[in-house]
Nanobody
Framework: QIQLLESGGGSVQPGGSLRLSCAAS????????RSWYRQAPGKEREFVAI???????KYADSVMGRFTISQDNPKGTVYLRMNSLKPEDSATYYC???????????????WGQGTQVTVSS
C-alpha cells in the first residue's frame, strides 16, 4: 500500500501560476499511473491530467497547453504545473495513483486528501 500527500495549493490572480506536488510513500512492486483530478463546490469531480508508468501523458481539453504533469520518478513525487490560471480552475485538486503491471496490481487505486486552488481577482 502507498500513501499520497498533496501540497502547493493557494490563492492566485487570473493569469498566475502554481505548482502542485503529490508525494508518494510506501512501496509496492507494481507500476504506477499517476493522475490529477479536481472538484469545485457543487460540481462533479473531473479528470485533469495523467502520466502513465511509461511516461505517456494526457490532459483534459480544458487545461491542454496550460498545465503540465511531470514526476521525479514513477514512485516518487508527481507534479502539476499550472500556468495561465483562470477562475474556472478554482477547485480542490486531488492526486490519484493507480497500480499496474501484474495480476496482483490491477484494480488498486489510492487518493490523496486534496489541496485547494483559488483563482480570483
Amino acid at each position: 500500500q502507498i500513501q499520497l500527500l498533496e501540497s502547493g495549493g493557494g490563492s492566485v490572480q487570473p493569469g498566475g501560476s502554481l505548482r502542485l506536488s503529490c508525494a508518494a510513500s510506501g512501496y509496492t512492486y507494481c507500476d504506477y499511473d499517476r493522475s490529477w483530478y479536481r472538484q469545485a463546490p457543487g460540481k462533479e469531480r473531473e479528470f485533469v491530467a495523467i502520466i502513465d508508468s511509461d511516461g505517456t501523458t494526457k490532459y483534459a481539453d480544458s487545461v491542454m497547453g496550460r498545465f503540465t504533469i511531470s514526476q521525479d520518478n514513477p514512485k516518487g513525487t508527481v507534479y502539476l504545473r499550472m500556468n495561465s490560471l483562470k477562475p474556472e480552475d478554482s477547485a480542490t485538486y486531488y492526486c490519484k495513483t493507480d497500480l499496474r503491471g501484474g495480476d496482483n496490481c490491477y484494480g488498486r487505486e489510492y487518493w490523496g486528501q486534496g489541496t485547494q486552488v483559488t483563482v480570483s481577482s
